[in-house]
């Protein structure tokens, strides 16, 4: 079965600018899950998108946004791009949004802010 | 104090030995643990879930979990070079409420495994 896909999975982008990043989940997983990976803060949650609602969102500004398809893909979409901005955004997928699942994560999207 | 705590090494152990990775959690009625692997310059890896006190094994990992201390550990067996890389604790803070998914990590814990 194939994993967690990511794309792009480099990106280089101008403060000001706006971006969007795509997950696909696993095959008949149906919960994909945004996280943000810096070295100064480690893996920090953003938000997790269940049967195209969100569910649960970390505390990041309104200018990361989310959502998710009725195939169960997913986007997130960061606005007015900061230079602290600039991190892996990693995405996981489980089978249901409920806590005794597993997560999967995908290779992740770098993102340079400059 | 830290949602998840765990110490950021490195910890250094000798090829064949026991590595013994911990973490604390500040959430007591906390349920669902995770252990994953972060090799340099890629996505985390799973290796472990546990939901249970005890211990839980697969192949040369063992997970631990004591929620009374709010302490759960790695142990890694027959440590190989190839083991070296970061290991990333996550919980999902609070009950079960049957929709909360959102992982809480720890900064993780470097290992190195030497020759």
């Known amino acids: 079965k194939a994993g967690v896909t990511q794309t792009p999975r480099y990106l280089i982008k101008t403060r000001g600018q706006q971006v969007t990043l795509s997950c696909s989940p696993i095959s008949g997983h149906r919960s994909v899950s945004w996280y943000q990976q810096t070295p100064g803060q480690g893996l920090q949650f953003l938000f997790e998108y269940f049967s195209e609602t969100q569910r649960n969102k970390g505390n990041f500004p309104g200018r990361f946004s989310g959502r998710q398809f009725s195939n169960s893909r997913s986007e997130m979409n960061v606005s007015t791009l900061e230079l602290g901005d600039s991190a892996l955004y990693l995405c996981?997928?489980?089978?249901?949004?409920?806590?005794?699942?597993?997560?999967?994560f995908g290779p992740g999207t770098r993102l340079t802010v400059t | 104090q830290k949602e998840v705590e765990q110490n950021s090494g490195p910890l250094s152990v000798p090829e064949g030995a026991i590595a013994s990775l911990n973490c604390t959690y500040s959430?007591?009625?906390?349920?669902?643990f995770f252990w994953y692997r972060q090799y340099s310059g890629k996505s985390p890896e799973l290796i472990m879930s546990i939901y249970s006190n005890g211990d839980k094994e697969d192949g040369r990992f063992t997970a631990q979990l004591n929620k009374a201390s709010q302490y759960v550990s790695l142990l890694i067996r027959d440590s190989q070079p190839s083991d070296s890389a970061t290991y990333l604790c996550?919980?999902?803070?609070?009950?079960?409420?049957?929709?909360?998914?959102?992982?809480?990590f720890g900064t993780g814990t470097r290992l190195q495994v030497t020759l």
């Open positions: 996550a919980v999902i803070l609070g009950a079960n409420t049957g929709t909360a998914s959102k992982l809480t």
């Open positions: 959430d007591r009625v906390s349920q669902s």
């Open positions: 996981a997928s489980s089978m249901t949004s409920v806590s005794l699942n597993e997560q999967y």
